[in-house]
């Protein structure tokens, strides 16, 4: 046997195992269809025959509950009706009933009505007489406010006018006193040197106040300020009291103001005798 020969015996091998495998897989796939209708194995699913006869049996079954469902329906609507035809005619015996007594009713809103209005017009009659008769009181007692007042007024305007007159004795003698202290610091600041009608900026007011803080730079601050009238440059007295004595420390001069407190520089062309410190006094002028 040659090769050829060989090949082919070998395909005709592999030809039979492949066509066995798709018998074995046709046998498989294979539905007994007579089994599945006509099945009558306990362990196995009913057939199709002795399904579609259960369905039959359950079919019949509803269509005698159906039946004895529609005689009971109809037997109920029939009581129903009867029912209904009584109610009927206990509506049109309750309707004739109401009628009778909206009737009655209407006369009897017609009465209330009635008198509702007669003692409607006697209490408005009431109030309008209790009104009027509040009105003269509050007027009565509105007389005699007014009366109280015009006699506390004349009272007052009458002691106003005393110490007006009072007032004006008291202002004519002070102007008086005032232009006597004018004219005699008039001849004291010509005596002076001073021109009376010149102002004198650099000249401090008289002012005394305390040493709050001590600064470097010779710097320290007051508790007076421009509220007081001082300005920069005025130039003030510091001292030291101990008791019943006084020190002289220096002189400083102004050099930033605030409302209520300045900064002051140690004025170094004037002799100092001592350090100036924290409570220390500054003024204008010191005697």
Same mark, same amino acid.
């Given at each position: 046997?040659?090769?050829?020969?060989?090949?082919?015996i070998?395909?005709?091998?592999?030809?039979?195992?492949?066509?066995?495998?798709?018998?074995?897989?046709?046998?498989?796939?294979?539905?007994?269809?007579?089994?599945?209708?006509?099945?009558?194995?306990?362990?196995?699913?009913?057939?199709?025959?002795?399904?579609?006869?259960?369905?039959?049996?359950?079919?019949?079954?509803?269509k005698?509950?159906?039946a004895?469902?529609?005689?009971?329906?109809?037997?109920?609507?029939?009581?129903?009706?009867?029912?209904?035809?009584?109610?009927?005619? +206990? /509506? *049109?015996? &309750?309707?004739?009933?109401? =009628?009778e007594?909206?009737? %009655? $009713?209407?006369?009897?809103?017609? @009465?209330?009505?009635?008198?509702?209005?007669?003692l409607?017009?006697?209490q408005?009659?009431?109030?309008?007489?209790?009104?009027?008769?509040?009105?003269?009181?509050?007027?009565?007692?509105?007389?005699?406010?007014?009366r109280?007042?015009?006699?506390?007024?004349?009272?007052?305007?009458?002691?106003?006018?005393?110490?007006?007159?009072? +007032? /004006? *004795?008291? &202002?004519?003698?002070?102007? =008086?006193?005032?232009?006597? %202290? $004018?004219?005699?610091?008039?001849? @004291?600041?010509?005596?002076?040197?001073?021109?009376?009608e010149?102002n004198?900026?650099?000249?401090?007011?008289?002012?005394e106040?305390?040493?709050?803080?001590v600064?470097?730079?010779?710097?320290?601050?007051?508790?007076?300020?421009?509220?007081?009238?001082?300005?920069?440059?005025?130039?003030?007295?510091?001292?030291?009291?101990?008791?019943?004595?006084?020190?002289?420390?220096?002189?400083v =001069?102004?050099?930033?103001?605030e409302?209520?407190r300045?900064?002051?520089?140690?004025?170094?062309?004037?002799?100092?005798?001592?350090?100036?410190?924290?409570?220390?006094?500054?003024?204008?002028?010191?005697?």
């Open positions: 046997m040659n090769l050829v020969g060989k090949i082919f070998v395909l005709i091998a592999v030809m039979c195992l492949v066509f066995s495998a798709f018998a074995v897989m046709v046998y498989a796939t294979h539905t007994n269809w007579r089994q599945m209708v006509v099945n009558t194995d306990p362990g196995k699913p009913l057939g199709l025959q002795s399904e579609l006869k259960n369905a039959s049996e359950a079919n019949t079954a509803l005698n509950q159906l004895g469902l529609e005689d009971s329906y109809k037997s109920q609507l029939n009581e129903k009706e009867q029912r209904l035809g009584k109610l009927e005619t +206990e /509506v *049109k015996e &309750l309707a004739r009933v109401r =009628e007594a909206l009737k %009655d $009713l209407a006369s009897k809103e017609a @009465l209330a009505r009635e008198t509702t209005a007669a409607k017009a006697k408005d009659n009431e109030a309008a007489l209790l009104k009027e008769r509040d009105a003269l009181r509050e007027q009565a007692r509105s007389v005699r406010e007014d109280d007042k015009q006699f506390k007024l004349v009272v007052q305007r009458t002691d106003e006018m005393h110490q007006a007159v009072s +007032e /004006v *004795k008291r &202002l004519t003698k002070r102007n =008086e006193e005032l232009s006597a %202290d $004018l004219v005699r610091a008039r001849d @004291l600041l010509t005596r002076l040197g001073y021109d009376a010149k004198y900026p650099e000249i401090p007011p008289p002012v106040g305390v040493v709050l803080a600064q470097g730079n010779d710097l320290i601050e007051i508790s007076i300020g421009s509220d007081q009238g001082l300005l920069k440059g005025h130039k003030l007295h510091a001292y030291r009291v101990d008791g019943s004595a006084s020190t002289y420390l220096g002189r =001069e102004v050099v930033k103001t409302p209520n300045a900064v002051c520089k140690v004025d170094p062309t004037f002799p100092r005798k001592g350090p100036i410190q924290n409570g220390d006094r500054v003024a204008s002028k010191i005697d």
